[in-house]
């Protein structure tokens, strides 16, 4: 129900990665671009004990900046469209769209801004950042696997970054309500995502 991030998030992985030995990938400062049509920010939240609920949102951008001289002073800021949220039944994605979760009228994104960048292994790394859901912005850590950067052959041979991340948050933190226990407070992102090297 809060899904995150550029989202976002989210693409810094490669931040972290291109430091730990990939240095031909790119140079210091170079942007990417979040790749729309191959990033997906999934989430996931408990219906009454019986089922998963998932969706996603379909209208995200978001831009990276990799400085491998530095990694820890590299960024990624994502922006998703809260409207574009869709867990595959109209009638629900309007309920969503309501006062009650994401008010909409009111809140029109969620934005993620990494803050600090850990590596916890050759091709992992810990994201952490600030979430804004709602005008409520707090702490989010990802925990992020970079899964490759190079040329791609189906895009003009442009550079593209992979990851894939994870975080968890409760959605009362964000002044999100509803419904709770009936449905979950607690909300798992996962974040699949390809940026392109400007």
Request: hydrophobic share 45%; no cysteine.
């Given at each position: 129900m809060s899904e995150t991030m550029k989202r976002s998030f989210q693409?810094?992985?490669?931040v972290l990665l291109c430091s730990a030995g990939?240095?031909?990938?790119?140079?210091?400062?170079?942007l990417y671009d979040l790749d729309p049509d191959h990033t997906q920010t999934v989430f996931h939240i408990d219906h009454l004990g019986y089922s998963t609920v998932t969706g996603s949102f379909?209208?995200?951008k978001g831009?990276?900046?990799?400085?491998?001289?530095?990694?820890?002073q590299s960024l990624v800021e994502a922006t998703i469209e809260a409207s574009s949220v869709d867990t595959g039944i109209p009638s629900r994605d309007e309920d969503l769209r309501s006062s009650e979760f994401f008010d909409i009228a009111r809140h029109q994104t969620l934005t993620f801004r990494t803050t600090k960048v850990k590596r916890r292994g050759p091709r992992s790394a810990d994201l952490s950042g600030e979430l804004t859901l709602l005008g409520i912005s707090k702490p989010v850590t990802l925990r992020t696997t970079f899964n490759r950067i190079a040329p791609d052959p189906l895009r003009n041979n442009r550079v593209v970054a992979g990851f894939t991340a994870t975080t968890t948050?409760?959605?009362s933190d964000f002044g999100m309500k509803a419904f709770i226990p009936l449905i979950g407070?607690?909300?798992?992102?996962?974040?699949?995502?390809?940026?392109?090297?400007?």
């Open positions: 693409v810094t992985v490669a990939l240095s031909s990938a790119a140079s210091a400062g170079d379909r209208q995200l831009v990276l900046t990799l400085d491998e001289a530095h990694p820890e948050i409760r959605r407070d607690v909300v798992r992102i996962d974040i699949n995502a390809e940026a392109i090297r400007r």
